[in-house]
């Protein structure tokens, strides 16, 4: 054999496993689905969060929500337009809450600035798929591609492996709950459905969400300017009632059971 023959086999190697891997992820991809992109991260301030994770993220607060008035607002279906505005009202008023982001959104998200900050200011973060479809209708593998897909850019964009996950439209069964348990993600429902997406009036938003009770999980959306101005309002009538604001870990004073079910504490 000459001496070019092998890099050249080689090559030539490499070539056709790029082009049939390249292939396989479209074909098997619906073109909906955004594909993942390199994303760029601050390796100082990726190694400080992964840092962070390790000193035992999320930055839980300890509250014993078994003796206090505890609720946990919930946004989801972000990160997009409206969301600064709300981060700022939040951090405002020193509440948090758990956002549940959308992978098409957070993909979208420029430099991941949105998603960070949601981190950075102390709210929980959990996976909201990557399209938002009903994962009970898929099969296992569009799920678990779902999540992954979710999990990674994620962790990409923020150095925070989530815990919780909160399936669209609240469609779940036991494929869906196995997958989730598989990834390491607490299933998170609701009890107080404000239907914001419907009702787009904030006094209408905030009066449905002020009649949560003690261990509450509010359904709310982000993406509708509506819903965030009904924040100012339903912090209000929430407070005066007594309720301190927790992300879902800490309504339960714990890290919920990956697989499990959660619609209120
Ligand atoms: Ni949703």
Redesign the pocket.
């Known amino acids: 054999m000459r001496v070019w023959a092998l890099p050249l086999a080689l090559l030539a190697l490499v070539v056709c496993v790029t082009y049939s891997v390249a292939y396989r992820r479209s074909a098997e991809e619906p073109s909906v689905i955004v594909p993942l992109r390199p994303v760029s991260v601050d390796p100082v301030l990726l190694a400080k969060r992964l840092a962070s994770m390790q000193a035992g993220w999320p930055r839980s607060r300890k509250f014993d929500c078994s003796r206090i008035k505890c609720v946990a607002l919930t946004f ?2 972000g990160p997009g337009e409206h969301t600064v505005r709300l981060l700022d009202l939040l951090s405002s008023r020193d509440v948090r809450a758990t956002f ?1 982001v959308i992978g098409q959104m957070v993909a979208a998200d420029k430099g991941g600035l949105i998603t960070r900050r949601i981190v950075d200011d102390g709210h929980e973060i959990g996976n ?1 798929s990557w399209s ?1 479809p009903p994962l009970a209708q898929l099969p296992h593998e569009a799920v678990r591609r779902e999540l992954k897909h979710t999990e990674d850019i994620v962790e990409q964009v923020t150095g925070v492996r989530m815990r919780v996950m909160r399936p ?2 609240g469609s779940t069964d036991d494929g869906v709950a196995a997958e989730t348990r598989r990834e390491g993600l607490a299933q998170i429902l609701w009890n107080v459905d404000t239907l914001d997406w419907r009702d787009r009036v904030a006094s209408t938003v905030a009066k449905r969400a002020g009649e949560a009770k003690p261990g509450s999980i509010i359904l709310l ?1 982000d993406i509708h300017p509506s819903t965030v101005d009904a924040v100012p309002a339903l912090l209000d009538t929430l407070g005066r009632k007594g309720f301190t604001f927790v992300t879902v870990s800490e309504l339960y004073g714990k890290t919920p059971l990956p697989g499990r079910t959660y619609t209120s504490r």
Request: charged letters at 25%; zero cysteines.
């Open positions: 989801d279906d549940f909201h938002h669209p439209y959306h």
